[in-house]
């Protein structure tokens, strides 16, 4: 099993900035992925960024040149940089990880974004 750990939500102004961490602990033997999701009331899940080993990164069209996805291996962390963050980005956001054959999701932290 592998536990995560999420922190860095909160509430911020329209234009401000928030960085999100990710830490992933337990049974780890090789992580194929991880990323952030994000769900606002009333609406799917959907991808905000992510990193596959080997790969590289994949942002969402709506984020792209606002947030940055990055990744401590050592530490087994990812963490989500967002800045000029916008109204339509508050959510509940999700951590998620891809180890061996199993997906992992995180409790979720808040981000509120008021005009």
């Known amino acids: 099993q592998v536990q995560l750990v999420e922190s860095g939500g909160g509430l911020v102004q329209s234009g401000g900035s928030l960085r999100l961490s990710c830490a992933a602990s337990?049974?780890?033997?090789?992580?194929?992925?991880m990323g952030w999701y994000r769900q606002a009331p009333g609406k799917q899940r959907e991808l905000v960024a992510r990193?596959?080993?080997?790969?590289?990164?994949i942002y969402a069209d709506s984020v792209k040149g606002r947030f940055t996805i990055s990744r401590d291996n050592a530490k087994n962390t990812v963490y989500l940089q967002m800045n000029n963050l916008k109204p339509e980005d508050t959510a509940v956001y999700y951590c998620?990880?891809?180890?061996?054959?199993?997906?992992?999701w995180g409790q979720g932290t808040q981000v509120t974004v008021s005009s």
């Open positions: 990193i596959r080993t080997g790969v590289g990164t």
């Open positions: 337990g049974s780890i033997y090789i992580i194929y992925a």
């Open positions: 998620n990880v891809l180890e061996g054959a199993r997906q992992y």
